[in-house]
């Protein structure tokens, strides 16, 4: 049976529990997530991170949950209270909705019913995800106008506009995996993995998706819908308590979901390593659940290292690089990998599949060789500019001064 048959097969209580080990799985991983993240980033500037509360601080996490729950919960006088109110509860509902169609299993038995660990499989599964991705912007967005600040209301139409901008170049990057699986249904997509990942395949647009998705989610070196240096804390400057939250478990549920995402797109999604495919079956097929999220938290464990690293870019460096290089070289892509599967579908020779992916390297090559040159003609002509400037006469300072007078602020002046 394929996947779409064994959902299909689930009674309303196996679709109930599936969902709530789902939403398990969400908010013990956001809680682990949360805890790792300041371990890493701890390690990664020498010093230890959370290490009281709890045994290795496991339990810091839950433990800022509780203060943040137990925090007063303020609205602004200014604010237009529905809105904001509802405004967290779209983002972090949006977050969860995506894992509807996420394979995290193969065949497994629940309660004695053979289903996959999967809620539902539709027809256009990965559009469905961009599709609730794109919604969960609105909470953003009405999160910053309903402040009745200035501040958050900046905060948002930049993380509005820099999400929507990365969801372009996030959509076009799937359009090459779309044309090798045939599909757009996630189980199947995972399924045409099962010789070569489509992260080795289709390499340039697993990278652009892995860019896009940083992006995406607002995280360093792109969270700048949290500039504390320009927007004080951005959209939810204005929130406390549980509706912060709210915030936060969505900012790490929608780290998860892109991961998880990625994982199915490009890693294979559930199946082993190449050569371990054995494990598959362990533990009644329960095992292949350890090698998904092993995957996950290797996309998290990058998102961790890119935040201690790199430091932020500038706003109209960011939006220039995702208009003006992601999305031209997805497009570019595109039409590179439909000619290849066109090639191919249709029995053309290998020599020639293999010459015109040669012919497209090579021409990727001299162009960058050639925004290389440009670029280097264009510094020295900046530091001829310099140098031939007119220079300007300085005074000099005298070195030998008999008297300076120094006025102190209320107290007369002294003479050295």
Known sequence: M???????????????????LVFIFCVVLTLMSV????????????RPGPNRVGPFGLIQALADGVKLALKED???????????????????????????????????SLFGHTTAMQLTDLPVGVLYVLAIASVGVYGIVLAGWSSGSTYPLLGGLRSSAQVISYEVAMGLSLVAVFIYAGSMSTSDIVAAQSTWWYGVVLFPSFAIYAISMVGETNRAPFDLAEAEGELVGGFHTEYSSL?????????????????ALATTLFLGGYHALPGLGFTESWLGGWFTALWFFSKVLVFFFVFVWLRGTLPRLRYDQFMQFGWKILIPVSIL????????????????????????ASAIVLLVMVVNLGFDNAKK????????????SPTFAVPTIPMHVSSINVSNSGKGGDHV
């Open 35 to 46: 805890w790792g993240e300041r371990r890493l980033v701890g390690r990664m500037q020498e």
């Open 74 to 108: 303020l609205i602004p006088a200014a604010a237009d209270k529905i809105v904001f109110v509802i405004a967290p509860i779209i983002s972090a509902t949006t977050c969860f909705m995506s894992f509807a169609v996420i394979p995290i299993t193969g065949k497994v």
């Open 243 to 259: 509706k912060f939250a709210l915030f936060f478990l969505a900012e790490y549920v929608n780290i998860i979901a892109v991961s």
């Open 333 to 356: 892509w595109i039409l590179v990998v439909a000619t290849l599967r066109a090639l191919s579908l249709h029995g053309a020779p290998r020599a020639m599949v293999v010459g015109f």
């Open 377 to 388: 003609k264009k510094l020295e002509a900046l530091e001829e500019e310099v140098v031939s």
């Open 2 to 20: 394929t996947t779409a048959e064994l959902i299909g097969a689930d009674s309303g209580g196996i679709i109930a529990i599936k969902a709530l």
